[in-house]
């Protein structure tokens, strides 16, 4: 061997007396070759050299829910952790971790949050490459957050509550609201029957129909962790009650009017179809001197003869009003007038002497409620309803006793004798 020649990143050839040092994180291209004695050359060969000084770079990525709550990373139990190395030049060999208390080498599964409970959780990792640049450690810290949002419901506005049901009406609505430990609320979800669910935004009503109502409603948070769904269940109710005013004594209803006594209570029965009667209330001759109003709680009666009115008004446990109604009444204690003559005239005026065969004609007056019947006995007998005009056929003194009676009941009597 006569000599050896080289060159690196040259293309000039220097002899090679010496091991040649490289210390320059770079790539190198060395070419070399060799003379014998005699002057045959060798083949010029080429080499490639790197030197690699710089350690893998690694990041961590989420997948799945993961939110950044205040500078705070926040992941959900369904979040999986996914680890990538890149090296420059040799390439990287492995990525060591320390996760939930254990070592591992990172394969191609993602490191998922099974066995971890709600809190503050680390992982530490770092990769080599092949010519073992070790990369210093990262460290991943977040919070784990396992709990659903809480939601709050209200019902606002007219509601009533018995027999482990929960009455409203057609002005009631349904307020949301959910609170979450960490992550904080992504959205409340309000479903109701044969419709799709809703993002909640703001109070909602009732359809306006009586009857059962279901609806339900869940929430979830900023990493997809999803309440239960609550279910409720509401009796809507928006008719109001029934009030129909009753007598108990004497009555009569004439022209639209109604012809009571003194001695004549009324009451008034209210019926209501769902959530039941609140209360009824009354008044007795509004707009006079005379007024009374007064909640209905048993029955009552006029202390004053004549005209009045009277207007009531219900309302039931979830606040339907029923219309305020108006009716006239007239408290008549005044007793009939009777009336009686002969179709002929007297043959003895002075002895109230008639022809046989006379009739005598019956009746009565009632300035008020009207006649209901007229009764007349002749002679102490039986007493009988009057239907037509009396006849007598009998050579006889007679005397007729007539009693009347008004539609309330207000009675007279009187008499008449004749031969």
């Known amino acids: 061997l006569f000599a050896t020649y080289f060159a690196l990143n040259s293309e000039s050839f220097t002899k090679y007396d010496q091991p040649i040092y490289i210390d320059q994180e770079m790539d190198y291209k060395l070419m070399f070759y060799a003379l014998d004695n005699v002057g045959n050359q060798s083949k010029q060969r080429t080499r490639l050299y790197s030197l690699d000084f710089t350690p893998p770079n690694t990041k961590h990525s989420i997948v799945g829910g993961y939110v950044n709550v205040n500078g705070e990373d926040v992941v959900s139990p369904r979040s999986k952790i996914s680890l990538k190395s890149r090296d420059e030049k040799a390439g990287v060999k492995q990525i060591r971790y320390r996760f939930k208390g254990e070592r591992g080498i990172y394969g191609k599964k993602l490191l998922t949050m099974a066995g971890l409970k709600d809190g503050v959780h680390s992982l530490v990792y770092a990769a080599e490459d092949r010519v073992k640049n070790a990369e210093a450690n990262n460290t991943f810290t977040f919070y784990l957050d396992s709990i659903p949002p809480v939601v709050d419901h209200k019902l606002v506005g007219d509601q009533y509550f018995a027999n482990k049901k929960t009455y409203v009406s057609g002005l009631t609505t349904v307020a949301l609201s959910a609170t979450d430990n960490k992550a904080g609320v992504r959205r409340i979800r309000y479903y109701s029957p044969n419709k799709k669910a809703i993002t909640y935004e703001g109070p909602i009503g009732f359809p306006k129909r009586n009857g059962?109502?279901?609806?339900?409603?869940?929430?979830?948070?900023?990493?997809?962790?999803?309440?239960?769904?609550?279910?409720?269940?509401?009796i809507v109710d928006i008719s109001p009650p029934k009030v129909s005013p009753k007598f108990m004594g004497e009555h009569y209803y004439v022209r639209k009017t109604h012809y009571i006594r003194l001695g004549t209570k009324i009451s008034l029965p209210t019926t209501d179809n769902l959530s039941g009667v609140q209360d009824v209330s009354y008044v007795l001759d509004p707009g006079t001197e005379m007024e009374l109003g007064s909640v209905y709680t048993q029955p009552f009666s006029f202390t004053t003869e004549g005209e009045h009115k009277m207007t009531y008004q219900a309302i039931d446990n979830v606040n339907n009003e029923s219309k305020t109604q108006e009716i006239k009444l007239f408290v008549d204690e005044i007793a009939p007038i009777i009336y009686h003559h002969f179709s002929t005239n007297a043959t003895a005026p002075v002895d109230n002497q008639y022809p046989l065969k006379s009739l005598l004609y019956l009746a009565a007056t009632d300035k008020q409620a009207g006649i209901r019947n007229i009764y007349y006995t002749i002679n102490n007998g039986k007493e009988q309803l009057l239907k037509k005009p009396l006849s007598f056929k009998k050579r006889m003194n007679y005397t007729v006793k007539i009693r009347a009676i008004d539609n309330v009941g207000n009675e007279s009597t009187d008499q008449v004798s004749f031969t």
């Open 212 to 234: 059962k109502f279901n609806y339900s409603y869940a929430a979830s948070d900023r990493v997809l962790n999803v309440s239960e769904t609550y279910k409720k269940s509401v």
